[in-house]
T-cell receptor, first 113, second 117 residues
Framework: AQSVTQLDSHVSVSEGTPVLLRCNYS??????LFWYVQHPNKGLQLLLK????ATLVKGINGFEAEFKKSETSFHLTKPSAHMSDAAEYFC???????????WGAGTKLIIKP | NAGVMQNPRHLVRRRGQEARLRCSPM?????VYWYRQLPEEGLKFMVY????????ESGMPKERFSAEFPKEGPSILRIQQVVRGDSAAYFCASSIGNGNLGNYGYTFGSGTRLTVV
């Protein structure tokens, strides 16, 4: 069965410093992995997705994530945080052609001035 | 392209009333998915519909919840006799294909936030 664990419910960083949001997954088959961002009272925006191509995936707004099969991880990073990055981030997994998305509980990213 | 449109954005209902949530998929998309986000949680799959057909409703509560996607018009998620535990954000997504996310991916709407008082 698929599952997603986001290891931190809240992450706080200073503006201009690196961001690391951690995600571990469990999947029986080759998974597709996604990161979505949700700004307060807004919809969901796809940041990036991994679908068995390059293991280092670049997304929008300077974010990237690395698929590490041996560690079953898909951590999200950004070299330098911006105030506009403050939001909730969700790690999501899907197996094969399965249309059901399995969501992590989310990580709230707080940016300190 | 207007994207996936959900309305209303916010809905307040008293316990026992009915809630109707609407979702208009992106132009050209014929597959619709509903997800529910309870407070402090990730989204949970509810139902997958194509035009006039329910493909998978395994995530729908057995009672009071129903969904449809008629030939014409938006998809509707209906909750009868709402209770406080139904308070959540309900998101709709659409896709052009049969949900193979590697090829098609999802586009989500902005959600409807239901509050039951």
């Amino acid at each position: 069965a698929q599952s997603v664990t986001q290891l931190d419910s809240h992450v706080s960083v200073s503006e201009g410093t690196p961001v690391l949001l951690r995600c571990n997954y469990s999947s029986s088959y080759s998974p597709s992995l996604f990161w979505y961002v949700q700004h307060p009272n807004k919809g969901l925006q796809l940041l990036l997705k991994y679908t068995s191509a390059a293991t280092l995936v670049k997304g929008i707004n300077g974010f990237e994530a690395e698929f590490k099969k041996s560690e079953t991880s898909f951590h999200l990073t950004k070299p330098s945080a911006h105030m506009s990055d403050a939001a909730e981030y969700f790690c999501v997994v899907s197996e094969g052609s399965n249309y059901q998305l399995i969501w992590g509980a989310g990580t709230k990213l707080i940016i300190k001035p | 392209n207007a994207g996936v449109m959900q309305n209303p954005r916010h809905l307040v209902r008293r316990r026992g009333q009915e809630a109707r949530l609407r979702c208009s998929p992106m132009k050209g998309h014929s597959h619709v998915y509903w997800y529910r986000q309870l407070p402090e949680e990730g989204l949970k799959f509810m139902v997958y519909l194509q035009k006039e057909n329910i493909i998978d409703e395994s995530g729908m509560p057995k009672e009071r919840f129903s969904a449809e996607f008629p030939k014409e018009g938006p998809s509707i998620l209906r909750i009868q006799q709402v209770v406080r535990g139904d308070s959540a954000a309900y998101f709709c997504a659409s896709s052009i294909g049969n949900g193979n996310l590697g090829n098609y991916g999802y586009t989500f709407g902005s959600g409807t936030r239901l509050t039951v008082v």
